[in-house]
C-alpha cells in the first residue's frame, strides 16, 4: 500500500503501549513528571496515548532537558496517532510547565478536527474473480465506501476481506497489483484504489484418506463435494466436522495439497487417527420425578468395515428401570441418515401408575441439518396398571416424529427455540390389540430482552383418537404433574379420573408454561414461574395451575434447577421440591 500527504507520516500502534495507558490524568506519586491530555476520547486517545514516547518515559529517571525533548517531539507525534482515524488538520497546543519546583506538567490540548472524507473507491478485480458472485456480495458489504470519514483501519479490512474470500474460493494465484490511499491536503479528500489480480479459480482434485477403519465407499458419502468442483474452503471443514461427529475417529485432517496442484486442481488429504472401537459411559444424577438414577452405557463402533454400530445401555432410577441395545446402519448420506434396529425392556412407576414394557422395533433416521425426521415401526407388549386397574396389550406402532433446535448453544441460551412433534398408531388390522392415533406436540422458546433477564416459554398439547380408550395401557395416555409438566403437583398424578376417584390418564393435553429468569452473574441466577394445564377426556374444564420460586446454577453440563412450587389447585397446601439437571433446550 502507498499513502501519498504533503505532511506527517503512517505509523504502527504499539499494542502493549496502548494497554498500559488508560487513565489521564498521567502519572505516579513518586515521578516529577506528570502529562494530561484533552481534547480526545476512547480509541483515538488511547492510540495519542500509545505514540507519545514522553509518556512511555515517564516512569524513567529523566533529566529535565530530557523531558523538554520529548515534549518537542509530542506535536508530531499527535498527529502521527491521529492519521489512522482521518484527522489531518488536528490542531494542538502543547505546553510544560513547572510544578513549583517540585516537578513537570505536559499538557496537551487537542482539536483533532474534521476527518478527511473518502472521495473514490476504485477496486477492480481481474480474471475469475471478476464474474464470481460472491465478489460482487462482498464488494456491497465493504467498510471503506465514498462519502464516509476516513479510517485507515476500513481500507485495511476491506484490501484482508477481499484476500480471505479469494483464499477461501480457491484463488491461490491471487495478488494485488496495485494497494494505494491517496490523501490530497489540498483538496482535503482520499482516494482508495485496489487491483485484485485473482487468476484461475482452483477445483478440488484426488480425494485421499489415510486409515484402515472404514471401507473408502462409506467414507466417500460423507463428502459434500466432488472431485471437479470448484473449491470452497469452507466445504473441508464440513467434512472434518461430519467424520468428527461420526464418532469412528479420534483425530480428523482435513487440508488441501495445494503445492501439488495440477491442472488447476488440489489434491486433498484426510488423515484420521482411529479411536477405540470400545467406548464406555457411566453417569448418574437426580430428578424429582426419577429420583436418584444411574445409566452405565457401552459402544462398539464400528462393529465392520461397513460403519455398523452395536452399542447398549441399562438406568437404574428409584421409580424407573430399563436395558436397551442398539444396532444401527449407515445409509446413503451417513451424516444425516441411519438404520436403527432396537430391543428393550423397562418399568417406571408413580403414585398412580405402573407400566413394564417389552419393545423391539426399527427406526430410519433421515433428513439434514435443517429439517430432520424420523419413521418407526415398533411392537411392544405393555401391562400397565393405572387407577387401580389392570391393562396388558399388545400393539404394532407405526410413526413419525421431528425435532427443531435453533441455538447458537444448547448449554446456555440467549435466544432460541425447540420444537418436537410426532404422529403414531396402532391397527387392528396390522395385529394391535386397540386400534387408535395419537399426536404429540411440544415447544420451547427462550428470549434475553435485557442483560441477564430470560423469558422462557414452554407448552405441550397432546391428543389420541380411538374408539377404545379403556384398553390403552399406561405409555399410550396422557398424564401431567411433574419437573416438565405442572410443578407442584406430582409426576402423573393429574388427570381425569375413574369412579373412585384415582387418577386413570385421558386422551387429550393441553399444558403451558411461563418463566421469568434473573441472573445475578454468569452462573447464578433465580426464577419465578406459573405453570398450567391438565390431561383430560372430551374437554378442558378442569385446568389447574401451579407456581413457585427457582434457583439457577449454570454448569459445563448444563443449568441445576432447583424449583420450590405450590399447588394452586389443590387442598394440599404444602410445597413441592423439583430438582432437574440438563441442556436449555
Not at 533529566?63 to 488538520?89: C, N, Q, T, V
Not at 485432517?253 to 477405540?276: C, F, K, Q
Not at 387442598?571 to 439437571?581: E, F, K, P
Amino acid at each position: 500500500m502507498s499513502i501519498t500527504r504533503t505532511r506527517g507520516g503512517a505509523h504502527v500502534v504499539s499494542a502493549v503501549c496502548a494497554a498500559l495507558l488508560l487513565l489521564a490524568p498521567i502519572c505516579r506519586a513518586d515521578a516529577p513528571l506528570v502529562v494530561v491530555v484533552d481534547g480526545v476520547e476512547g480509541e483515538v486517545r488511547d492510540n495519542v496515548l500509545g505514540y507519545l514516547a514522553i509518556v512511555q518515559n515517564r516512569d524513567q529517571d529523566l533529566s529535565d532537558a530530557e523531558i523538554a525533548a520529548l515534549h518537542r517531539r509530542a506535536p508530531g507525534e499527535i498527529r502521527a496517532a491521529l492519521e489512522p482515524f482521518g484527522y489531518y488538520r488536528p490542531e494542538i497546543d502543547a505546553s510544560l510547565e513547572d510544578i513549583d519546583g517540585d516537578g513537570w506538567r505536559a499538557r496537551y490540548r487537542i482539536d483533532p478536527g474534521t476527518p478527511v472524507p473518502v472521495g473514490t473507491v476504485d477496486i477492480e478485480l481481474l480474471d475469475d474473480a471478476s464474474d464470481d458472485p460472491a465478489f460482487a456480495r462482498l464488494l456491497d458489504q465493504l467498510p471503506l465506501r465514498e462519502g464516509v470519514p476516513l479510517r485507515h483501519a476500513d481500507y485495511d479490512r476491506s484490501r484482508d476481506a477481499l484476500r480471505r474470500l479469494a483464499a477461501e474460493r480457491g484463488y491461490f494465484d491471487a495478488r494485488f497489483t496495485r494497494r494505494e490511499l491517496r490523501i490530497d491536503l489540498d483538496e482535503y479528500v482520499a482516494e482508495a484504489r485496489l487491483t485484485l489480480d485473482a487468476g484461475r479459480r482452483y477445483r478440488f482434485g484426488r480425494i485421499r484418506f489415510d486409515q484402515e477403519v472404514l471401507d473408502e465407499a462409506l467414507l466417500r458419502r460423507y463428502l459434500p463435494f466432488r472431485e471437479g468442483d470448484p473449491y470452497l474452503a469452507g466445504r473441508l471443514l464440513e467434512l472434518q466436522t461430519a467424520l468428527t461427529a461420526s464418532n469412528y475417529y479420534e483425530l480428523v485432517s482435513v487440508a488441501p495439497r495445494t503445492a501439488e496442484a495440477e491442472d488447476g486442481e488440489v489434491p486433498i488429504d484426510v488423515v484420521l487417527t482411529t479411536r477405540p472401537s470400545q467406548h464406555y459411559t457411566l453417569s448418574g444424577g437426580y430428578g424429582t420425578d426419577t429420583g436418584v438414577r444411574t445409566r452405565a452405557g457401552w459402544e462398539w463402533r464400528p462393529v465392520n468395515r461397513l460403519g455398523h454400530a452395536l452399542s447398549a445401555s441399562l438406568e437404574l432410577a428409584e421409580f424407573r428401570q430399563g436395558a436397551k441395545v442398539r444396532y444401527s446402519l449407515p445409509m446413503d448420506d451417513p451424516r444425516d441418515e441411519r438404520l436403527d434396529f432396537t430391543g428393550s425392556l423397562s418399568e417406571e412407576q408413580s403414585d398412580t401408575t405402573f407400566s413394564r414394557i417389552a419393545q423391539v422395533g426399527s427406526a430410519m433416521h433421515l433428513g439434514d441439518e435443517r429439517f430432520r425426521y424420523i419413521l418407526s415401526l415398533d411392537y411392544k407388549r405393555e401391562e400397565s396398571r393405572t387407577g387401580g386397574e389392570r391393562q396388558q396389550a399388545d400393539l404394532v406402532i407405526p410413526g413419525i416424529s421431528t425435532s427443531f433446535v435453533r441455538a447458537e448453544n444448547v448449554l446456555r441460551v440467549e435466544s432460541g427455540y425447540r420444537l418436537d412433534a410426532s404422529v403414531h398408531g396402532g391397527s387392528e388390522l396390522l395385529g394391535s390389540d386397540v386400534s387408535f392415533g395419537q399426536f404429540r406436540a411440544f415447544g420451547k422458546h427462550i428470549l434475553t430482552p435485557l442483560a441477564r433477564l430470560r423469558l422462557l416459554a414452554r407448552w405441550e398439547v397432546g391428543t389420541t383418537w380411538t374408539d377404545d380408550f379403556e384398553r390403552l395401557p399406561v405409555s399410550e395416555r396422557f398424564y401431567a404433574g411433574g419437573d416438565q409438566s405442572i410443578r407442584g403437583y406430582a409426576w402423573r398424578s393429574l388427570g381425569p379420573k375413574n369412579d373412585a376417584g384415582k387418577v386413570v390418564g385421558g386422551p387429550h393435553l393441553v399444558v403451558a408454561s411461563i418463566e421469568v429468569e434473573r441472573y445475578f452473574d454468569e452462573n447464578w441466577g433465580g426464577a419465578l414461574f406459573l405453570d398450567g394445564g391438565n390431561a383430560f377426556d372430551d374437554a378442558p374444564d378442569d385446568l389447574v395451575a401451579g407456581a413457585g420460586i427457582g434457583l439457577r446454577w449454570r454448569t459445563p453440563i448444563g443449568a441445576v434447577r432447583v424449583d420450590l412450587a405450590k399447588a394452586l389447585d389443590s387442598d394440599d397446601n404444602d410445597w413441592r421440591l423439583h430438582l432437574q439437571l440438563g441442556p436449555d433446550l
